[in-house]
């Protein structure tokens, strides 16, 4: 007995140690610069097909600076999880990309992330070269904390041209009744109106993103993400809702979508098979169907605005989507002049070339001289002028709020696409954000 | 445990005896707490450490930024309070009762099955085994491809499988996830009982014969009885595993629809690393912590299995 005693007192001891050596590893965070290492400054990315314009750039810059550029890719689905978990240690990159907004919010209020208004001071264009209303996404309390790169993603809709002839629509839908109209011809020649992706979620979040913003104008949601969740019980918000049941409910998406996945290629085949005729989604379905189908992709596939909705307050050449990806600066960077050097090649001609071949579609000023580059340089104006000339980009909903809301946005949007929630729960749902 | 023993060593001789035998053992090296170090050190270091941790980390709230911020019992009324923390704790116990439904009978057949020496045998059930070798997130994808509505097995059975929208309703989701799981781990407790089928002595059998008892009469009265302690250790792997199952459910379900199949440990990782709201994550850990033991008790009570008895004594 007396044996068992020592051990788990021992136990206890060692425990309790251990915890204490634990809690104050975690506790530490962040640190100066001087732990961070020696001549290298670490780029966090999204590990994707893009990769290899970053690459380059890196190659480039290295090629004349001594602190060396490491660029570490993270894959995609696992992005934001892991720079969460390192941005408050000494693993922490010096810079990373991010889609702006709530993506960068709590980062901005730990305080772990560089205004760069001094760089931007030095050499203007770091703010000057890219579109206004790109560049203000990643604004926070009048502070600059990202530069654009990559490219922009508008939220588009996408159509099977053909489908639509045989089924006799002559043209993409302008309105929201004669999307309706659409929805019925479609569902009399045989197939799914709408292509959704609705297991992902996020592709169910766009039609709200769209319908909302067309009915009650940009201001609804600016106001309910700057706190006031009363919106979400308005008149205009309840009509908005009221839109999408009748579409819903005219059978639009037909019954299975909650099955069915963007992301592992159903709902993109099922518009490029001839299986339905329109899908809501961002620009990069382009490059998906060159992908699986480059036929299809360039003779086939068409390509509209969101209808607008009669009497609804928000104009109806407003965007919504990814406005752009952003580079971020940590603050507690060892090299911030060499941070802001790597910045620059953001905007230079070699990187918007390289990013227009690879399908990307950067937003600086100059993009518009290189469009003809593209491989499709039709497709690549069209979008550009779509947000070059729209009024307003809206941040994806599950972008702008900060990470924590992205499953509570995904469970109401898709429980009300499937009829578990009305109104009502879909309302209490979003004001419990 | 310790009186068991000695009862049992001293034999038809009486206690008196049995004293000077345990002093003779231990006095030739019986293993002392020095031997254990080890093992203790490592289950310390990775078991109860971060259970403590976690257990700190569930009265703080913590995003993965800055210091955790201790909030008392804010996490554990968050908790109570939670509807789908409710439903996820009645959804892991549907899908461990499901689970062990399933897969015991299959597997003790298989097992047994799979246990007699024809050569055919050890070639089907190689076969068989293959899922064995497959990971979860692997397995998941596959039959997330052949499942899909429209151009999945669905596609091309509509008489069986309706519109195919089997992840988009409830009762086809977790039907799913409970045949995905069956098709994953039947064959490792085929494995399980196939060993302990091939460990029954062969003499039970003969006599059985001899009895005149048939096939039938044979797997009941001596198969079944003799398999009883696997059947034991198989249902609490089961257990377990029904209770921590969470590769399958991101990938194939992703909790959905809406949260139908959002089972304890998926809302878990998604409190803590979607939500990054590590309090109420951790919180969540502790509570399959204690669900887990309770149930592993409870098992381990009413089987029985805590007395250690062999199913081969006598023999």
Redesign the interface.
């Known amino acids: 007995m007396n ?1 068992r005693t020592w ?1 788990s007192r021992g ?1 206890a001891g ?3 140690m ?2 204490g050596l ?2 104050a590893g ?2 530490g ?1 962040g640190g100066d610069a001087s732990s961070r290492p020696e001549n290298e400054l670490h780029v966090a990315v999204y590990g994707d097909a893009s990769n290899k314009v970053e690459e380059a750039m890196v190659a480039k810059f290295n090629e004349t600076s001594d602190v060396k550029v490491v660029l570490d890719t993270i894959p995609g689905a696992d992005y934001q ?1 892991k720079l ?2 390192i ?2 240690t000494d693993s922490a990159p010096d810079v990373f990309f991010n889609w702006g907004g709530g993506s960068i919010a ?2 901005v209020k ?1 305080d ?1 992330l560089l205004p760069l208004d001094d760089f931007i001071e030095e050499d203007p264009k770091l703010k000057d070269a890219f579109l206004p209303s790109v560049f203000e996404t990643a604004e926070i309390d009048g502070k600059s904390y990202g530069v654009p790169m990559r490219g922009t993603q508008p939220v588009m809709l996408f159509s099977n041209s053909e489908v639509l002839k045989q089924a006799g629509i002559d043209a993409p839908p302008a309105t929201w009744d004669e999307l309706l109209e659409d929805v019925e011809r479609l569902k009399a020649a045989g197939v799914t109106p709408i292509a959704l992706g ?2 992902d ?1 996020w592709p169910t979040q766009m039609w709200f993103q769209y319908v909302f913003d067309r009915v009650a104008g940009e201001g609804l949601f600016q106001a309910a993400l700057d706190g006031d969740t009363e919106v979400w019980d308005s008149e205009e918000s309840r009509e908005a809702l009221g839109k999408l049941r009748e579409l819903i409910d005219a059978g639009a998406f ?8 963007f992301t ?1 290629g ?1 709902s993109p ?2 518009l490029s098979s001839g ?1 339905a005729g329109f899908e809501l989604m961002g620009s990069w379905a382009y490059a998906t169907h060159l992908d699986a189908d480059p036929e299809f992709a360039e003779n086939v596939l068409s390509y509209s605005e969101f209808p607008e909705i009669e009497g609804g307050k928000g104009d109806p050449h407003n965007l919504a989507g990814n406005t752009n990806n952003f580079y971020s600066v940590h603050k507690d960077t060892r090299y911030p002049e060499e941070a802001a050097e790597f910045l620059k090649l953001m905007y230079s001609d070699e990187f918007v070339q390289e990013q227009i071949a690879i399908g990307n579609l950067p937003t600086t000023t100059n993009t518009e001289e290189f469009l003809d580059e593209a491989s499709n340089p039709e497709y690549a104006k069209y979008q550009f002028d779509l947000v070059k000339d729209a009024p307003n980009f809206q941040l994806s909903w599950d972008q702008a709020y900060p ?5 509570t946005i995904h ?1 109401a949007v ?2 009300f696409f ?1 009829g ?2 009305d109104e009502d729960g879909f309302i209490k749902a979003m004001q419990g954000l | 445990m310790t009186t068991l023993a000695t009862r049992r060593q001293a034999g038809p001789g009486g206690s008196t005896e049995s004293r000077p035998a345990r002093s003779g053992a231990s006095s030739v090296g019986r293993p002392g ?1 020095a031997w254990a170090l080890p093992a ?2 490592f289950f ?2 990775f078991a ?2 971060p259970l ?2 976690v257990a ?1 980390l569930s009265f703080t709230s913590w ?6 911020e201790f909030v008392g019992f804010e996490n554990w009324e968050t908790l109570v309070a939670d509807p789908v923390m409710l439903k996820s704790l009645w959804l892991s116990l549907l899908f461990i009762v499901l689970g062990v439904v399933t897969q015991t009978p299959l597997s003790i057949l298989l097992g047994v099955w799979a246990a007699g020496h024809q050569r055919n045998r050890a070639v089907l059930s190689a076969i068989y085994f293959i899922p064995l070798l497959l990971s979860s997130a692997a397995i998941s ?1 596959l039959w ?2 052949l ?5 999945g097995l669905p596609g091309q059975l509509p008489w069986l499988f309706g ?7 409830q009762a086809g989701a977790i039907g799913v996830l409970i045949f995905v799981g069956m098709w994953q781990f039947t064959p490792f407790h085929t494995l399980i009982y196939q060993g302990a089928a091939k460990g029954i002595p062969t003499v039970l059998y003969q006599a059985a014969s001899i009895d005149g008892a048939g096939t039938v009469r044979q797997f009941f009265s001596i198969t079944l009885p003799q398999l009883r302690n696997t059947a034991i250790t198989s249902i609490i792997l089961m257990v377990v595993g029904g209770l921590t199952t969470f590769e399958t459910v991101l990938i194939l ?2 909790g ?4 139908d199949t959002t089972i304890t440990a998926f809302y878990m990782y ?1 409190e803590a ?5 590590f309090g109420v994550g951790s919180a969540i850990a502790l509570v399959l912590v204690v669900v887990a033991t309770l149930i592993s008790l409870v098992v381990v009570k009413v089987s029985g299995y805590d007395k250690m008895n062999s199913s081969l004594e006598g023999l």
């Open positions: 044996n051990m136990l060692t425990a309790v251990m915890l634990t809690l975690c506790g965070g999880t969460q978990t941005i408050d709590n980062f730990a772990l609705g297991a979620q037909g019954t299975n979508f909650d099955s069915v996945k592992d159903g085949t099922l299986r990470p924590e809301a992205t499953v469970t898709s429980q499937s578990q929630i | 707490f203790t050190i310390a270091l109860l450490v403590a941790a700190v995003s993965g930024l800055g210091d955790p994808v997330r491809a499942l899909d509505p429209n151009f519109d195919g929208n089997l992840l988009g309703t379900t992703n959905g629809p809406g949260t998604q690393f979607q939500s990054f709201d």
